[in-house]
């Protein structure tokens, strides 16, 4: 009798708790039969609404929208989609984004920032930054000994100037053979111990003050007179900090850190990488409804965007006869006022090619043309440049003066490409056929079958929605 009055309390604190989720996160729809929280769904609604949202959609709207979401969702389900590798390979790389920082352990950053640090400090060897100029005259090792005295001669000179009070950065610039940094008056850069010649660092740290100049040596790669720029002790961590954290995180510390931390966990608890990211997704989603929905709308979106792929978008631009039909009955809503030419501008290196290339093309299809100019004219090297496109007066400022004939158009010639010519045909009324303006047909037509896709899904699929519950969204 106790057991039974206790597995009686048990089943009855059971069945409140659930009551009490749901009326905290009540059902706002279901979806052939999937319940859909009130959670998932402002989670949807908002993120689709935000400020920066060009089409907003108000709540009645926005409901027949996600509906014909979940529905294309789960139809890829019945499909099977979510089992083919390359969605689940997909669908892994985007939810692993957001679920590898979290197992990184707290302070892991900032220990490799200070560690950066450390090494810096530990690499100057107790030596202060430095940052050296030079005047340098190469000098090759196979050099003749009259190549050696010119270039001895050669920087003693520049030397003498200098005593003689020319000033050092001119110098740098006008007679220095390393002419990057010549162009910087022979600025280098701040270095430490190890980061020049060998050469270079011994006669660099005699220098003192800033201003200083050492007499001219003589490298392995020629003679160097230096210059003592500057001389400081490196900066605080404070203030080195986010500079050195900045280069780090360029350098992809946040996706080292990441992998890191996931092989350092898989190890311990003895499982897979890919066990592990399940497991620590399923932990993290039931802490952080948030994360979970941005899990659940990679899952759902690569579903669709699969599902549309393969029953719209592919076959609708595959079905020319469909779509020739669906042009001739909505001929009108393409029609235009400007004229267009549709058709190839060439530009050629010689005027001679410009009656050539048009007599070469007579007769020839146009999805022919670049392979016949290809053939016979840019086999060896590009003598012609095409342009095949369809042209809208006062869109092209060639084409407006080469074809549509407008009257004072600038042109800006083309560097030795600067004789011009013209294929195609001319369309005043309106586009001939549907291939004039086939972009545009064929997104149309792609929407069209997408909607008689969808109509086909609630056919197929119970749709129930709780008005009650919706009318309580982002209002509880």
């Known amino acids: 009798m106790l057991k039974k009055i206790l597995f009686t309390f048990h089943f009855s604190l059971f069945t409140l708790l659930c009551a009490l989720a749901q009326s905290n996160d009540p059902i706002v729809m279901r979806i ?49 989609l979510d089992t083919l590798s390359s969605y689940k390979a997909e669908f892994r790389q985007y939810r692993d984004q957001q679920i590898k920082p979290l197992l990184v352990p707290e302070g892991a950053a900032e220990k490799e920032v200070r560690a950066y640090y450390d090494n810096m400090l530990k690499s100057l060897e107790g030596h202060d930054l430095y940052l050296p100029a030079h005047i340098f005259v190469h000098l090759q090792q196979t050099a003749t000994n009259e190549e050696k005295t010119k270039a001895k001669a050669r920087i003693d000179s520049i030397y003498n100037a200098l005593k003689a009070g020319a000033n050092f950065d001119e110098l740098a610039r006008k007679c220095s053979d390393d002419k990057q940094t010549g162009m910087r008056g022979g600025v280098i850069r701040w270095v430490g111990p190890h980061q020049l010649l060998p050469e270079l660092e011994e006669v660099m740290y005699t220098l003192r003050d800033s201003g200083e100049v050492a007499a001219p040596f003589l490298s392995t790669v020629g003679y160097h007179i230096i210059q003592l720029k500057g001389r400081k002790p490196l900066e605080s961590y404070g203030t ?70 393969r029953k719209v978008w592919e076959p609708a631009a595959a079905d020319t006869t469909g779509i020739e039909k669906f042009f001739k009955k909505n001929k009108k809503k393409y029609a235009w006022t400007t004229p267009h030419f549709n058709g190839m501008i060439y530009h ?43 042209f809208v007066q006062g869109s092209h400022a060639l084409a407006d003066s080469l074809i549509f004939k407008v009257k004072g158009v600038k042109v800006k010639p083309r560097k030795d490409f600067l004789y011009s010519g013209f294929v195609g045909k ?40 709780y008005k009650d519950v919706l009318k309580t969204v982002n209002n509880h």
């Open 426 to 465: 001319m369309l005043k009324k309106g586009p001939a056929t549907w291939t004039d303006v086939s972009a545009d047909v064929v997104a149309d037509y792609q929407a069209k079958r997408e909607e008689e896709f969808v109509a086909e899904l609630r056919k197929r699929y119970a749709v129930e929605v």
């Open 32 to 80: 052939n039969g999937q319940p859909v929280t009130r959670s998932e769904f402002e989670y949807n609604y908002n993120k689709n609404n935000t400020d920066g949202v060009v089409d907003k959609k108000g709540l009645e709207e926005y409901v027949d929208l996600f509906i014909n979401y979940k529905l294309k969702v789960q139809a890829a389900m019945d499909d099977h």
């Open 348 to 390: 050629c290196r010689k005027q001679s090619d410009v009656k050539a290339v048009q007599k070469m093309l007579k007769g020839v299809k146009p999805q022919d043309w670049t392979k016949v100019v290809r053939d016979n004219f840019n086999k060896d090297s590009v003598t012609v440049r095409m342009e095949p496109k369809m």
């Open 240 to 309: 080195l900090h986010p500079q050195i954290e900045n280069y780090l995180q360029q350098r992809g510390l946040a996706e080292q850190l990441a992998e890191q931390a996931v092989d350092s966990l898989s190890k311990v608890r003895n499982i897979s990488k890919e066990e592990l990211l399940d497991q620590e997704t399923e932990k993290a989603c039931a802490k952080d409804d948030e994360l979970k929905y941005l899990v659940q709308e990679y899952h759902d979106g690569l579903l669709l965007f699969e599902e549309c792929t």
